[in-house]
């Protein structure tokens, strides 16, 4: 979808208003004029636009007072003031009034290009997220699933569709992409809606705690079953199950779950009492099942039971159009939760964070916008405030040092694993997830690493 980008541009001095119009109007944009403050203001009432480009010396109302009262008006529209040399201390008071931004006459026109370029992009890409979401229903406005991106619209045009029905769904993607979201999304627009929505992480439970969670368990099945439990494909009746990092169940288990997605009932642990169940399920893997199966580590008739409709969340590294637009909303929700006054990010941060390759995904990006957040002194998040060790953008977060040419595999392995809790602070979890993996995963390694040496 095209959306024509309209300015305004607010200047009392008609041959530079008028060089300045046929001059955006060549770049390709709408543009609209006004010869004072009152009516940028009249002309903001009766219509919405994409950037104001104003002079601050106007004979009736000046900028700074237009800004003002534009921005209570709509504070979504940037503001770019325009000042002489002469004013510049002006200009920078209007940044803190809530202008995007100042550029001093006479204009330079590559730096008046690239201005505009970054103040109209936010307000093109709410437009376009608010257009998409209409196309999608409002019911999912809800869901904050947010990208305008082609991968993300095809993908929750495809959910939108699968929500309705009664398919067993898997969700495929890397960690933090959002696929537990994804699952949410459908359940909650589907007709088992008023149902719960019970969800359990497969790879965080040993192969007998995950049999009890899922299946239940008579008093006195095992040692501790101190009282009958139920478990949560019982929890979930009438409504969804969500059934994450799948793949990480051991064969047994997995014909366990493969006899009640064929025969729709289950055995609970200790006893001999057959129960039907009535529940949708959704799984979703970090893993390409696939591959897993041509491993011998996933069951083939499993997988074809799981696979009726398939979802894959794409990589952000694979939408990086949806970049600015996550920032901004991560950011909204962290200055409200921390109660600060940040109003964005400056050109130099947005740049940094679009070169990054993300390998933490979604996820890692909503971690570091809410460490920037808690640690920054100013309006306007900076570059330097971004985790340092966002740096070429092809590690998972930290600056690896050189591998040397005679390490095996197993050392790089190693080596990488540690450097990773190094770069977290010894945080375990933060590691995992920076490095693609499951906690429990990362756990067994360490296990290992501190037998071998």
């Not at 920078?92 to 330079?108: C, E, H, I, N, S």
């Not at 392995?413 to 920076?434: F, M, P």
């Amino acid at each position: 979808m095209k959306i024509n980008q309209s300015i305004i541009i607010v200047d009392d001095d008609f041959a530079h208003r008028t060089m300045l119009k046929k001059l955006l109007g060549g770049w390709g944009y709408e543009i609209f004029e006004a010869d004072d403050g009152s009516v940028a203001i009249e002309k903001v009432q009766k219509r919405s636009f994409d950037l104001i480009l104003m002079d601050i010396r106007m004979l009736n109302v000046s900028g700074i007072e237009a800004l003002e009262k534009i921005k209570i008006i709509n504070p979504a529209i940037p503001v770019i003031i325009m000042t002489a040399y002469a004013s510049v201390d002006t200009a920078v008071a209007a940044l803190k009034k809530g202008a995007y931004d100042y550029l001093t006459k006479p204009l330079d026109f590559d730096e008046l290009k690239i201005a505009i370029s970054h103040a109209t992009e936010h307000s093109r890409l709410k437009k376009e997220n608010e257009y998409l979401r209409e196309r999608l229903d409002e019911k999912f406005d809800t869901q904050r699933m947010i990208g305008h991106s082609p991968l993300m619209v095809n993908l929750l045009e495809t959910v939108a569709q699968v929500a309705a029905t009664e398919a067993t769904v898997l969700i495929t993607g890397e960690s933090g992409t959002g696929k537990e979201m994804i699952a949410n999304i459908i359940h909650y627009n589907s007709s088992r809606k008023a149902a719960p929505f019970v969800k359990i992480n497969c790879a965080a439970l040993t192969e007998s705690l995950l049999e009890s969670e899922l299946f239940g368990h008579e008093r006195g099945a095992f040692t501790g079953a101190d009282r009958k439990r139920e478990g949560k494909f019982r929890q979930a009746a009438g409504g969804s199950i969500f059934l994450d990092e799948v793949s990480e169940m051991s064969p047994a288990m997995q014909v366990k779950l493969l006899r009640v997605l064929q025969e729709r009932e289950l055995t609970p642990v200790g006893s001999a009492e057959v129960i039907a169940v009535n529940v949708r399920v959704i799984a979703a893997s970090n893993k390409d099942l696939r591959k897993e199966m041509e491993q011998k580590r996933f069951r083939d008739d499993l997988f074809y039971r799981l696979n009726v409709v398939t979802l894959n969340v794409p990589p952000l590294r694979d939408r990086k159009e949806d970049i600015p637009l996550l920032a901004q909303h991560f950011l909204e929700m962290f200055t409200a939760k921390n109660k600060k006054s940040i109003k964005g990010f400056t050109p130099q941060s947005l740049e940094k964070l679009m070169q990054y390759k993300w390998p933490g995904n979604v996820r890692e990006l909503m971690n570091a916008v809410e460490r920037a957040v808690v640690l920054s002194r100013f309006e306007y998040i900076d570059a330097d405030e971004l985790i340092p060790l966002m740096t070429d953008g092809s590690t998972a977060g930290s600056e690896r040092s050189d591998f040397p040419n005679n390490m095996s595999l197993d050392e790089v392995e190693k080596r990488s694993i540690l450097e990773a809790i190094n770069a977290c602070g010894g945080n375990k979890s933060e590691a995992a997830r920076r490095l693609g993996i499951t906690r429990k995963t990362l756990r067994k390694k360490l296990d290992k690493y501190e037998k071998t040496g």
